[in-house]
Every structure is written in C-alpha cells, then in structure tokens.
T-cell receptor, first 113, second 110 residues
C-alpha cells in the first residue's frame, strides 16, 4: 500500500459544530503532517508528528487539535471554526521528517458555514 | 534565514517544447532537493528528487540538475504535453518539514 487515505473527502460544518478529519497510511512512515491549502496558494504547514509525538505546531489556533493515536493514523479535530478556515486540508507522511519525499493524501475539502 | 527562490512564477510553452524551472537556495547544509507537481484540484505529488552527492537525475521526460557551488537546482521537462500543466514546487527542506513557496504555474498550450 503506497497511499495516504483521507476521510471525508468533503465536509460542510457550522461554526458551532465539532468534526474530525482522518488520515491513514500503511507504508511504515514515522512522520505525518497536516497542511492547509487555500485556493491558488501553496500548502501551509500546520502540524508535524514524528514517531507519534507532536514535534511542530506552526502557531495554529487551538480550534484545530491534532491527534496521532498510532503510527498509522492521524486525526485533526475541529471545533468552533470560522468561515476563513474553509480550505483543502492535506495529510502527508514520510519515512522521516527531513530529507525524504512526502506522500500526500487527496485532502478533505472543508467548508465552514 | 533559510529560503528558496523559484523562477519563473508562470511559464507558458507550446506542446512539444521544453520547460525549465529554477530554484535557488540559501542553506549550505541542504542535502535534499525535491520537486512536487500539483495539478488543479489534486494532491501535490513528488515527481523527482536529488541528493547533494548527485549532480543530475533523469526519469523519462523529466530531469533535475543540481549546482551546489551556485546553490541552485533546476527541473527540466522535455517534449511537454498538456498533462504537464500544473503548479510545480521546490519546497524548502532541511531542519523543519517541507515548506512550500509560491511555485511555478506551467501552462502547456496544445
């Protein structure tokens, strides 16, 4: 298996909702990432997990809460989001956090209403 | 600080022509130089990468060349096809995770 699987593919949520994005890989990669991408912009790094521990938080607002239950799974819990948080959320994984290629999932397209 | 500059920001070529995108980096300690392609509405995909102990790497129609002295590396696409139309990124590597710049929007005109 050489893929990163993200669910759901699309999500519409209200500003008072709580939802979670899920990401799964079975390549034995030990680093996993969340990126946010707005239209016509490059992906922006949000969080990095290395060996299941959070190693980088790019000053992301607390309404985004990452979780890494095990080496294959990565979640992003969402709560009290704002309309400007609408974006494509990409998960990626790699063997190590530096100097290795990343495999990206197809993303979750999130719309906050 | 560390940064990568990518040129040009947009590139339009005729089908069958070659395309070259260049990235200049500042960190002498950089050892890994990847190129990602992102088609409209799709995920970024690693298309080719090179490490600092290699000067050139080729995979069918794409190649990457590295000049460590001048601190730049380039993506070369030959015999371009409409499906090569995408945004191409040379993200910053090194101590932190991949950091993407604005990229190069390549348009291949049929």
């Amino acid at each position: 298996d050489t893929e990163v699987t993200q669910t759901p593919k699309h999500l519409v949520m209200g500003m008072t909702n709580k939802k979670s994005l899920k990401c799964e890989q079975h390549m034995g990669h030990r680093a996993m990432y969340w990126y946010k991408q707005k239209a016509k912009k490059p992906p922006e790094l949000m969080f990095v997990y290395s060996y299941e521990k959070l190693s980088i938080n790019e000053s992301v607002p607390s309404r985004f809460s990452p979780e890494c239950p095990n080496s294959s799974l990565l979640n992003l819990h969402l709560h009290a989001l704002q309309p400007e948080d609408s974006a494509l959320y990409l998960c990626a994984s790699s063997q190590e956090s530096r100097d290795y290629g990343y495999t990206f999932g197809s993303g979750t397209r999130l719309t906050v209403v | 600080g560390e940064n990568v500059e990518q040129h040009p920001s947009t590139l339009s070529v005729q089908e069958g022509d070659s395309a070259v995108i260049k990235c200049t980096y500042s960190d002498s300690a950089s050892n890994y130089f990847p190129w990602y392609k992102q088609e409209l509405g799709k995920r970024p995909q690693l298309i080719i990468d090179i490490r600092s102990n290699v000067g050139e790497k080729k995979d069918q129609r794409i190649a990457v060349t590295l000049n460590k002295t001048a601190k730049h590396f380039s993506l070369h696409i030959t015999e371009t096809q409409p499906e090569d139309s995408a945004v191409y990124f040379c993200p910053l590597t090194g101590r932190r995770a991949l950091t993407f710049g604005s990229g190069t929007r390549l348009q291949v005109q049929p």
